[in-house]
């Protein structure tokens, strides 16, 4: 089966062909005969593979070569969270197989089903769909809806009590950002240490009931069916899921929302279609997500300067492997002056600036 690496492998990151096939082929009922092998470019930390066998289409998830298990490459965490969520949330990939044998592909890992589909990429809708303005609004609202049902899953009854530890999950999430940004600082930049203070000050004495959070829920995570692009047949990469508060998951998917006013520095951040005509604005959102679940969105400051204080240490991070010579992609050169652009940012919402929410209508539905 190496003969079927080829091109649609990355240098690399080939896998042992024949063992993992063997395992397939065990666990697995009704495949038959030799697949047809693909890596996902898509993704950037676990690694993803297509096998394509007569009788069925498979997904293969593994950690990134090289790394120490962490619950961001936890195999066995993101197979169970969507083994046990689809039963009472359908928009979850199918799982079939999960081995902690490393002797297989040299790493823990699991198998899905592929889901058929279109996944909209890029800053523009796919202009096969036709859309005009209504139909964008009414596809965004479907979009935003799905993470508000996530967000009311009762994970108790789903058997995922023991997933995770919501309580202080909002104040472990700021001082693990906040670390992070210390560890990644370089000569040229700031910390942003006032901007750090804050958001430990600012945590919520209230907070909605613990929910499911995706972590990372952008347009780019989302299957469409390929004939109903307002019908979401799946959500991918669950590899950062937790429990805790829903609005940490809903501050982070809008510090990566970029409106048509906003300024040129949020704009170099577009990785989604969010600002097409006919996309909800980020107070129309708000208002959305108030009025289907009754939780207090008036004031979203500290969540939203907490998504994109999240986004200038992700950025951050990629600035100091550039800095200190460990990559040499010219993109990131740039990527220090985007960081203090965003922290510049932070610091006038915890100043009291532009609140994101602000009086927000429920859009029409």
């Known amino acids: 089966m190496s003969e079927l690496t080829g091109p649609k492998v990355r240098a690399g990151e080939e896998l042992d062909w024949r063992v993992l096939d063997n395992f397939l082929q065990t666990n697995i009922a009704g495949l038959g005969g030799t697949p047809n092998i693909s890596q996902y470019p898509a993704g ?3 690694l993803t593979y297509r096998l394509n066998y007569p009788g069925a289409d498979l997904v293969v998830r593994r950690p990134p070569f090289g790394s120490k298990v962490s619950s961001a490459h936890s195999m066995s965490r993101e197979y169970r969270i969507m083994r046990d969520l689809r ?45 005009k303005a209504r139909d964008t609004r009414r596809f965004c609202i479907g979009f935003w809806t799905k993470l508000i049902e996530l967000h009311q899953v009762d994970y108790v009854a789903a058997g995922l009590a023991d997933f995770g530890r919501p309580q202080g999950y909002a104040r472990r999430q700021v001082e693990g950002w906040n670390i992070r ?28 009931p613990a929910a499911v959070l995706h972590g990372d829920y952008r347009l780019d995570n989302v299957i469409v069916d390929k004939e109903d692009p307002f019908k979401i047949v799946a959500l991918l990469d669950w590899e950062i899921s937790a429990l805790g508060n829903p609005l940490m998951d809903l501050g982070n998917a809008l510090a990566y929302w970029i409106e048509p006013g906003d300024p040129d ?12 005509p006919g996309m909800l604005n980020r107070s129309e959102i708000l208002a959305l997500y108030a009025e289907k679940t009754a939780f207090d969105v008036s004031d979203f400051t500290f969540y939203y300067t907490y998504g994109l204080f999240r986004n200038a240490v992700i950025l951050q991070q990629i600035y100091y492997r550039f800095y200190h010579g460990m990559t040499q992609d010219p993109r990131f050169r740039e990527f220090g002056s985007l960081v203090q652009a965003l922290g510049n940012h932070c610091r006038d919402l915890c100043r009291g600036g532009d609140v994101v929410a602000g009086k927000p209508t429920v859009p029409a539905t």
């Open 181 to 208: 940004m210390q560890n990644a600082a370089t000569p040229d930049g700031e910390t942003f240490e006032d901007v750090q203070l804050w958001l430990l000050q600012a945590l919520p004495d209230e907070e909605p």
């Open 87 to 131: 039963p009472v949330f359908s928009a979850v990939p199918e799982t079939l197989a999960y081995s902690d044998d490393e002797s297989i592909i040299g790493a823990e890992f699991y198998v899905m089903r592929r889901v058929p589909g279109q996944v909209p990429r890029g800053k523009e809708l796919p202009a096969t769909w036709g859309f």
């Open 44 to 46: 950037k930390s676990n």
């Open 265 to 276: 520095y949020l704009k170099a951040l577009i990785m989604q279609p969010s600002s097409v």
